[in-house]
């Protein structure tokens, strides 16, 4: 199947936003399940398993961009800062839930990402 690239910012961060709502969805769905089965407390699940449909989205962008220059460089700078500014802001809240600070943490990883990625194959374009 051919992934069409986002080439619109507010296109990419609106997509990429989709696929973190599916993600985190699907982790309450499963922390609640395994609170109600009694394997754990409800919000004791990692919330930076939100990141799971993200990367999968980024992924497709990924190869969407085939022949781009610089495509390897921006996505390898996008992960280390998405990742970076995500992990710091998760631990701003250390007495929130471990799946509410790791949401929190998914949720700017993947905004930070996907600007950094727009923006990166723009100027790599000049």
Do not use: C
């Not at 296109?11 to 609170?35: K, N, P, T």
């Not at 990141?51 to 969407?64: C, D, N, T």
């Not at 921006?74 to 799946?99: K, R």
Request: proline residues 3%; aromatic residues 12%; hydrophobic residues 60%.
């Amino acid at each position: 199947m051919e992934v069409k690239r986002a080439s619109r910012l507010a296109d990419l961060l609106a997509q990429s936003f989709a696929a973190f709502l599916i993600s985190i969805a699907g982790v309450l769905i499963i922390d609640g399940l395994f609170a109600l089965l009694g394997l754990g407390k409800f919000g004791d699940m990692n919330g930076f398993l939100a990141l799971v449909f993200p990367i999968i989205f980024f992924a497709g962008q990924y190869s969407a961009a085939k022949g781009e220059r610089g495509r390897p460089l921006v996505a390898a700078i996008g992960a280390f800062f998405g990742l970076g500014v995500g992990s710091i802001s998760a631990g701003m809240f250390p007495d929130m839930s471990p799946i509410g600070t790791g949401a929190l943490g998914a949720f700017v990883a993947t905004i930070i990402y996907a600007t950094i990625w727009h923006v990166g194959l723009a100027i790599a374009k000049k």
